[in-house]
């Protein structure tokens, strides 16, 4: 494998604008690595070679003439979730019914990427529509794990975190809508933040759930996430949901904690998410992060979300109401599959959707029909809107107590591919410690914590909104005092090596 695979994005940054290596050599780097490795992790779904050397090459003229490179990133390589649309790309968002689909316009977020300078390798696999937490459900086939390619890479961004954790790329970007971008950097062992609802434009990102989307750079350090982040986020005109607001210094917050001192900041343990019922290793390595943040400086504060218990049974409820009303679009008339199933209109529709949609997706969309359906709505839909607003205010009490939360990401480690797949409840439950975050709207991000019975754990740092400066923050000086501790752990990945 070639070095440059192996360097972080702040790095190879670094290279490419002093012309120490080209931008196109880094491209080369990677999409021989993919080349390398890909048929056995299955992170890609589509890889666009000669756009992304083109891209390359232009940034590699822009330097040698002389001007000033168009962001941090540029030259540098990432893998975009396909679920951003892409002009010059199919995107499918995991989903036979899109199957074919060339999107006439690029993503808020793909423009953004372009403009940096980013060099997109192409787009990754991941459950359709971004609903499940494996990426089994992927009408492409699974991803495997790279530290283990019998085992999950998590979901619904597995196909970018898999990206990372097999040196394919060295920045990725994911959506979390329950937990897509944390739980799948979790189970590889690398960083993915949720920024702050409304702090990365959803235009261009095919809809999941609308109230609960966001999306959100991954890398494999925290310093990568933050840089990715400042090249992403921002206020957008074309999301009515974008908030307008600066976006918070998380580069800078990055930098400041790899410093290593958390002294004067309260870290609140929240004791609804502190371990009970999580598998052993996972609740050791937990304990191990608690421990390292005091020595840090942290004070820690036991912190009490009652509502958060809820969380899982009000989030079943919502996500599956906006995803019965978002995918309606995918009616055979304007977009991807059309199956011939009849004479009209509602026979080409029923037709379509019952070939071009997998099970999870219809089991979601029946059920939201049913919660917003006359007489239920009260008793469903309603009901878990008030259990988001209580858990809403949960957050808000213990951020009174604490600058930033902390929680196992997940209750597991990276389970078996198959293992979970046609138990949906079973499958839910890996989001437990995330979906608070998404139903208040909070930021939260997920770094590597070591390993539990040789696979990787993940640690939840959750801040307020737009509190993402000391969350970037916590996260570097947790990772910093880790690879002082025991090296990085993504240098570890070891079933991958005899393939390359
Ligand atoms: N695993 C969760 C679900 O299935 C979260 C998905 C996501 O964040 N997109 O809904």
Known sequence: MSDLTRMTAAGLAE??????????????????RIAAVDGDVHAFLHVATDAALASAAMVDERIAAGAAPASPLAGVPLALKDVFTT?????????????????PYDATVTARLRAAG???????????????????????GPTHNPWDTTRVPGGSGGGSAAALAAFEAPLAIGTDTGGS???????????????????????????CASSLDQAGPCARTVLDAAMLH????????????????????????????????????????????????????????????????EKLGAELV???????????????????????SNLARFDAMRYGLRVDGGASAEEVMAATREAGFGPEVKRRVILGTYALSSGYWDAYYGQAQKVRTLISRDFAAAFEQADVLVSPTTPTTAFPIGDKVDDP???????????????????????????????????QVMAPALGEAVMYRVAAAYEAARNSEDGVVIDRVPSLEVSS
């Not at 900041?265 to 998410?273: D, I, K, N, Q």
């Not at 009490?304 to 079943?316: N, T």
Request: proline residues 6%; contains cysteine; charged residues 15%.
């Open 230 to 293: 400042e090249v992403i986020a921002g206020y957008d005109p074309m999301d009515s949901t974008s908030i307008d607001q600066p976006v918070p210094a998380v580069v800078e917050a990055a930098r400041h904690g790899a410093g290593g001192d958390l002294s004067g900041l309260r870290v609140g343990v929240v004791r609804e998410l502190s371990g009970e019922g999580y598998q052993p290793g996972v609740r050791a390595s937990y304990e191990d992060a608690l421990r390292q943040l």
């Open 118 to 140: 980013v060099t997109i390798l192409g787009k990754t696999n991941m459950d359709e529509f971004a609903m499940g937490s494996s990426t089994e459900y992927s009408a492409f």
């Open 425 to 459: 409840l079973a499958m839910y439950l890996n989001d437990l410690a995330t979906i608070p975050t998404n139903l208040a709207g909070t930021a939260a991000m997920s770094v590597p914590s070591g390993l539990a019975d040789g696979l990787p754990v993940g640690l």
């Open 15 to 32: 290279k490419i604008h002093s012309r120490e290596v080209s931008a196109v050599e880094v491209a080369q780097a990677h999409l021989d």
């Open 302 to 324: 036991e912190v009490s979300c009652p509502h958060f218990e809820y969380g899982l049974a009000a989030y079943y409820l919502i996500l599956p109401s906006e995803v019965s």
């Open 181 to 207: 971008i944390r739980q799948p950097a979790a189970f590889t062992g690398t960083v993915g933040a949720k920024p702050t609802y409304g702090g990365v434009s959803r235009y261009g990102l095919i809809a």
């Open 87 to 103: 002009s010059d790309m199919p995107t499918t968002a995991g989903s036979k019914i899109l199957d074919g689909w060339r999107p």
